[in-house]
């Protein structure tokens, strides 16, 4: 108890933080019933169509210019207030305390970011926008620093929302494949991490010249 009380992190945090994980993990998108609840796509729903027939959506078809934007704007947006506010939620039960001392060894070496940065790196299989809202709060509460933000960039934008084009655009695709889709998420998750530290030693050594320069 008295440990609990010294750093501010107990089971309730680190239960809030579990919750805040499998809600953006994906992992729950085709639950049975009531879980459903723990994913971020339950939500988010989806739209309507406008006559029978077509496709769910806003956007319609052959659009362009500003009008175009402005709806394309309107589609992404759930998403982002939703995911930023979850985030908001869980870092205000203490979750993102739990996060930063459970999670910042592991990514701390395997792509140089704090553990706060995990919500956002299990979001991005499921959501570009969220994913990238996240990390814009990160840096905004100083959390990350620019760098670590830069690494995480790098890290989201490499075959982003993995789960989502798989179930999507996938389908085209996999039939063709002599191996299991497994396989190919294994690949992606890899690559990921790889662009990352690409960018983290990147940095490092631009850094470092920086450093050089000045003193030159």
Not at 44 to 67: D, H, M, N, R, W
Not at 120 to 143: F, M, P, Q, R, W
Not at 204 to 215: L, R
């Amino acid at each position: 108890m008295k440990k609990e009380k010294k750093d501010g992190v107990g089971f309730k945090e680190y239960l809030v933080f579990l919750l805040g994980l499998l809600f953006f993990s994906g992992l729950f998108q085709k639950g049975p019933g009531p879980l459903k609840i723990l994913d971020l796509q339950t939500y988010l729903g989806q739209f309507g169509t406008i006559v029978e027939g077509a496709s769910p959506g806003i956007l319609g078809s052959g659009g362009y210019g500003l009008k175009y934007m402005f709806l394309q704007s309107l589609t992404i947006a759930p998403g982002i207030f939703f995911a930023v506010a979850v985030v908001n939620v869980v870092d205000y039960y203490g979750g993102m305390k739990a996060a930063g001392k459970l999670l910042s060894p592991i990514l701390g070496f395997l792509m140089g970011v704090p553990g706060e940065s995990s919500l956002a790196i299990i979001a991005n299989l499921e959501t570009t926008d969220g994913s990238t809202a996240i990390v814009k709060e990160l840096y905004e509460n100083k959390k990350i620093t620019s760098d670590q933000r830069d690494i995480l960039s790098s890290y989201l934008f490499t075959g982003t929302a993995i789960i989502g084009m798989m179930v999507s655009y996938g389908i085209w695709f996999l039939p063709q494949l002599k191996f299991g889709q497994g396989a190919v998420f294994l690949v992606v998750i890899v690559m990921k991490f790889v662009s990352g530290n690409m960018m983290r030693f990147y940095l490092k050594f631009a850094n470092k010249n920086k450093v050089s320069g000045e003193v030159e």
